[in-house]
């Protein structure tokens, strides 16, 4: 059938399972809008209050739907504001379709009206992106994007197509689309056999788990290594939920606000088998003094990692659920249970865990908010940046995959608001909570427009100390206290603004305000603001000094 490319756009949307776009318009993308109209019936719109809240809310729908997803947006201004959600995307691996219009092909490169080199600039933030300017390549150029961003190690694709590629029009077929193949050409028998031997000799070994068991689904093949190693297993951030929390082999999250328990298993351990994940500095600190005692299995889908940050003594390539699936058979089942008994002891010696004395503290919001997690099966947590963030990883317990969204390595002070909002489209009938600061709430709450728009389930918790609280951290314990410009003593009412966005909004200033509050939004169907007033001096530990050896846990 003959088709316009704004079409053809949508029918191969269609073809890959896409449900959901979030964006903005504007004129450059006026023929893919107008065909969005025609298509109402068979995929929705969700209109954000700005690009960058598309970008999130695609983000967010993607990590806990496991789908890719789909931002819109204009040319110029429109396209740059994708720019840092796309580069949140990148750095945490998650499947994201950004698709951006531009000025016609004749006025490319002349400087017109909002023209700018979008692929240009997102080049070293994308796994691929694409510049369209002939109808007839629409389709191939979306299918092609769907599979890059889906295959081997996730992220986001830019599909740039100028204005007249999407008002022209040509033949269309629609193709069933092809799946996203799992990378296993490179795992060899000989790389299977050799990990299987330096985990059946180890004598005290530690598992190290990162995002990509949950980006190939092998949280339970992760598990299986686990416990036929009986070795005791840490997460990074972007791990949790790889392994359930209450797990009697988890030792808690690793790295600079990692628990002690784990930190001295990686230093203690003989074997680091680190599986699906970086070695960013965040865990590793003080590289010359990181599991000085240990050999090194890596187990990662991309080759570019393997000896990037840390020099390992074996490794594995290829995708983690098929990998762990061949690795396991080759195992013997152990009982290390002197090894594990110490690692399980340091973590009694030094918990993490709220102990509340009866004032009203960031950290107890965030244990209540633990509490309704273990509850109830229907609570999906995102995060913004900073110490909440942090707080909410220690104390939250996660017990499945894509139970949480947080940005890990780009560190996106704004993202939690839209990506909440995405999760709630992309889950429906579950309720997602957003842990925030007044920092970050301040950045992006004009989202919570959309959110009521469109009803989600929201609940945003700020955590509202009146400053810019982990950068105040550091400035406290590394800069004299010198407060430069992180003290916001401001006025703003965080619960008025709530209101005058039409959604529910409640001030909390002691623990039976919060209990009360939170009661009440958990019932309510629509998006609440929580506003903690909390004092600014609570710092998260535990917490590791830069350059420091990770063993070095201070407590305060």
């Known amino acids: 059938m003959r088709l316009t490319g704004a079409e053809i756009l949508i029918e191969c949307l269609l073809e890959h399972g896409v449900d959901t776009i979030f964006g903005y318009p504007g004129g450059q993308v006026l023929f893919i809008y107008d065909a969005l109209y025609k298509y109402q019936q068979k995929i929705r719109h969700i209109l954000t209050a700005h690009e960058q809240g598309a970008a999130h809310a695609a983000d967010g729908y993607a990590r806990t739907t496991g789908r890719a997803g789909v931002c819109l947006a204009t040319s110029g201004p429109g396209a740059t504001n994708l720019v840092t959600g796309i ?91 092809q799946a996203a193949a799992r990378l296993t050409g490179t795992i060899t028998q000989a790389s299977l056999e050799k990990a299987a031997e330096l985990i059946n000799e180890a004598k005290r070994p530690f598992v190290y788990g990162g995002g990509g068991i949950i980006l190939s689904g092998a949280s339970e093949e992760f598990k299986n290594l686990v416990e036929l190693a009986d070795a005791p297993a840490g997460l990074s951030t972007m791990g949790l939920g790889g392994l359930p929390s209450s797990h009697p082999n988890f030792t808690g999250m690793i790295g600079m606000h990692g628990s002690k328990a784990s930190n001295m298993a990686i230093t203690e351990c003989d074997l680091l088998i680190a ?122 317990p996660f017990e499945r995959p894509r139970m949480l969204a947080t940005s890990g390595g780009m560190g996106t002070m704004g993202f939690g608001l839209g990506a909440a909002i995405g999760a709630a489209i ?11 600061g007044d920092g970050c709430f301040r950045m992006n709450n004009i989202e919570l427009a959309t959110a009521v728009e469109y009803n989600a389930r929201v609940i945003d918790i700020i955590i509202n100390n009146h400053t810019l609280g982990m950068v105040r951290q550091w400035q406290k314990l590394f800069y004299g206290g010198r407060f430069s410009h992180t003290t916001l003593n401001r006025t703003t009412d965080f619960a008025k603004i709530a209101e005058a966005y039409k959604a529910l909004g409640i001030t909390a200033a002691t623990q039976h305000e919060f209990d009360r509050a939170l009661g009440k939004a958990l019932a309510v169907k629509g998006p609440v603001v929580i ?26």
Not at 351 to 369: A, E, L, M, R, S
Not at 384 to 394: E, K, S, T
Not at 426 to 436: D, L
Request: aromatic residues 6%; neutral net charge; proline residues 6%.
């Open 87 to 177: 580069a949140t995307a990148y750095m945490d691996s998650t499947p994201l379709i950004a698709i951006t219009g531009n000025v016609s092909t004749p006025l490319l490169g002349k400087d017109s009206f909002q023209e700018v080199d979008i692929a240009g600039i997102t080049m070293p933030i994308t796994k691929h992106n694409f510049i369209v300017k002939d109808v007839r390549t629409i389709a191939e150029t979306v299918r092609r994007a769907f599979r890059i961003a889906m295959e081997g190690r996730p992220g986001p694709v830019l599909i740039d197509i100028t204005k007249d590629a999407t008002a022209s029009a040509c033949e269309y077929e629609r193709r069933q689309p």
């Open 275 to 396: 599986v699906g994940a970086r070695f960013s500095e965040r865990v590793v600190s003080n590289v010359e003094r990181f599991a000085p005692n240990a050999k090194i299995l890596h187990i990662d889908v991309d080759a570019a990692e393997i000896n990037k940050n840390v020099f390992t003594h074996a490794y594995i390539v290829g995708d983690l659920k098929e990998t762990l699936a061949r690795l396991t058979p080759l195992l013997r089942e152990q009982r290390r249970r002197e090894w594990r008994a110490r690692a399980a002891d340091n973590l009694a010696k030094y918990p993490v865990k709220y102990v509340n004395d009866d004032v009203f503290k960031p950290q107890y919001c965030i244990h209540k908010v633990g509490e309704a997690v273990r509850s109830r099966k229907d609570i999906i947590i995102t995060t913004d940046v900073g110490q909440h963030q942090i707080w909410a990883c220690q104390l939250i």
């Open 426 to 436: 992309g889950n429906p009938g579950k309720t997602v909570i957003n842990i925030s």
């Open 531 to 556: 506003n903690c007033e909390v004092g600014p001096d609570d710092n998260v530990f535990p917490m590791v000094s830069p350059g420091a050896g990770i063993d070095e846990v201070r407590f305060n």
